[in-house]
């Protein structure tokens, strides 16, 4: 069996869903035994691949996606009609190279692009769950990914890797399942959200809940949709992903399709103008129940927590190998988060690299042509791919 | 005729108006020529006042008020019952001493503690201003303030201070009207606001129109009030006032009344609790469309393109004294903001002084009890009140 035809046949194994048409869809038979002690009946799982999975299954990278991102890494998205949200680091000859891995990238559970998520629809009652999801956290999200992994018969990932909340998916991997996880990327994240993040998290719930078309949750059963309330957590949300110099050289105080102020409050600005823009379509293409989801469990993570306080414990005897990333001017993961991690993995006797990259796009640059990121990525998984014994 | 009853006479002159029966309120007849054109007619501003002015007139301090503050500025609040926002800065003994000094803090023009703003009762119609109010700006601002000092008989203020947007003023004082401004004490401000604060501020906007509740700006018409609308824009700002680290230390990851989490949206964490009631509290005590109107001015607030982009010109020969403050941990007006106004008043050939001042209280640093702070007003205070020959 080839292994072109091995793609193949997990391809048709997978469900084509009608409610997610664009992608692939595992059905996962087992419970999901969650977090809060709830279990998750019936969850089926979204996801893409991209290359092919070597006869051995030795070369599959799962690659884990951020808040608002999907498993759309690197085709174009079927709803925006944008390049995949990774494509610059996922493809053939890139850093993330598809001639030589098999790249697995699946929706979170929790999420709303097809993977079992608050707009899905409720066996119980036929109708959407909404605030009757069971919530999630980001250690829920990973078995959920481990049961797709196991769905497709693999044994042990290559490598994990993600960025923002995908690099929290990454950490959890390599603390949870460490004999899974060959290599580990986590980039410009931490092992648990601050207070400053909780708190800008909070501010994005509570512009949606206070959106009327919210309606406590159940706007899809009552055909609304609360779009002004996401579209304010998407903005003020949009600012934290920026910093500010990269604003100011972007923007700065320069006016929108006009010489001189209006004396109003249209969008006088281009700053303005550009997070307006940023909210209305983000509310094209995200449902709002998801957002408070998913930022929960965002908010809920922390690593050293899970261990009595030692993130080191969460390590204990990993054999993974670790490549750490972070930017200079990322101030909602910040350097010093990803200092913490190398710490905590020097203290666990781990294999560890830590690259901060010099770059004014802020929390961003993960998603950005950031030259030196294409180049630690590559650099990192051609070494371990050597130790790995994959062949070029 | 004794200080006493100098300070009695402008009391007695003054109008207590229904509206703002705390206040004193100083009816305004000449219209009041805006920056964007318009004029402002029946200009009413109300004002509080403490400690003496002499019969010379000159030991007159102004102090500036910020976005959401108010003119009971060392009194017992009428509303919220606390203390005013500076007793720890203003009073007998203090750094700003009213047994030395005559403390004026006027609410701004745009404002809503009974100064006229969009809810206002409009004289043409009799029913509140709302967005029928002209825009004004930070030098509408500064010029309604001039003709209340102006309606108090004192030619020239000793001292015009204030923090955030009240140091915005202070710096349009000293540029707009130079020979009546002796020394200036602008605190954690800028000379323009920055593309992430435009940002945050337009977030804050977009929650209030947001809400239904706001009626497209009728809502006092109508009976309704954006409270939603305006504590999530509350809640966002909120957390641009304090600095990461303190947030860190004050909150961190510590839980609101539970053991353990409740994998559900209640306020599980301290920092979404007190942000919860940072947001409530405020709409009791602020109008909604005023938030517009006070943010739109800090946007446009910008004293270099006044000048032909050149900030030094907007001092040239200035004979103010000048002392900048700044705080390490502020992230809405960095140093670098207050160190570009040291340059052009140095470029100016200006007497200016410029303190950073290392804490981690972030922006609202100005309004805590910052002991720094204190020595570096009275000590700049009690320097230029001997050159202006002004006794102790």
Same sequence: chains 1, 2.
């Avoid at 929706?107 to 009652?125: D, H, I, L």
Wanted: proline letters at 4%; a negative charge; charged letters at 20%.
């Amino acid at each position: 069996m080839n292994q072109a035809t091995i793609a193949l046949s997990i391809n048709a194994a997978a469900r084509r869903e009608a409610d997610e048409p664009h992608s692939l869809v595992a059905p996962i038979a087992a419970p999901l035994a969650l977090e809060s002690g709830s279990a998750l009946h019936g969850l089926r799982i979204a996801y893409q691949t991209y290359g092919t999975l070597n006869a051995e299954k030795t070369n599959a990278v799962l690659v884990c996606h951020a808040l608002t991102g999907d498993q759309h890494v690197a085709n174009v998205h079927p709803v925006t009609g944008k390049l995949g949200w990774w494509s610059t680091m996922i493809g053939p000859g890139k850093p993330v190279d598809t001639d030589r891995f098999f790249v697995i990238c699946s929706n979170v559970v929790g999420g709303c692009m097809g993977t079992t998520g608050p707009a899905s629809t409720n066996p119980e009652t036929g109708e959407p769950y909404g605030l009757d999801l069971p919530l999630v956290t980001i250690r829920d999200m990973v078995d959920a990914q481990a049961a797709l992994i196991d769905h497709l018969g693999i044994e042990s990932l290559f490598c994990v890797i993600g960025g923002s909340m995908g690099g929290m998916q990454v950490l959890q991997w390599a603390a949870r399942h460490p004999d899974r996880v060959f290599s580990a990327l986590p980039i410009a994240t931490a092992h648990r959200h601050s207070a400053q993040n909780i708190a800008f998290n909070e501010v994005g719930r509570q512009a949606i809940t206070a959106d009327p078309d919210w309606r406590e949750g159940r706007y899809l059963t009552e055909g609304a949709t609360p779009r002004k309330g996401l579209a304010v957590a998407r903005m003020a949300a949009h600012i934290t992903y920026l910093s500010e110099p990269a604003l100011q050289t972007k923007f700065g105080r320069s006016l929108q399709d006009r010489e001189a102020h209006s004396f109003g409050f249209d969008a006088d600005f281009q700053i303005e103008s550009y997070l307006r823009h940023q909210g209305a379509s983000f509310v094209e293409r995200f449902d709002a129940n998801s957002y408070l989801y998913v930022t929960r469990a965002m908010d809920y993570f922390d690593l050293a927590a899970d261990q009595g306080g030692s993130l080191a414990s969460a390590f204990r005897g990993t054999k993974t190998r670790f490549c750490v990333v972070s930017f200079t001017s990322d101030w909602l993961f910040p350097t010093e988060g990803s200092r913490q991690v190398v710490h905590a993995l020097n203290a666990a006797a781990a294999n560890v690299s830590f690259v901060e990259i010099a770059t004014d796009k802020g929390h961003d640059a993960f998603l950005l042509d950031v030259p030196e990121l294409f180049a630690t990525t590559k650099g990192f998984l051609d070494a371990a791919a050597k130790v790995r014994g994959l062949t070029d």
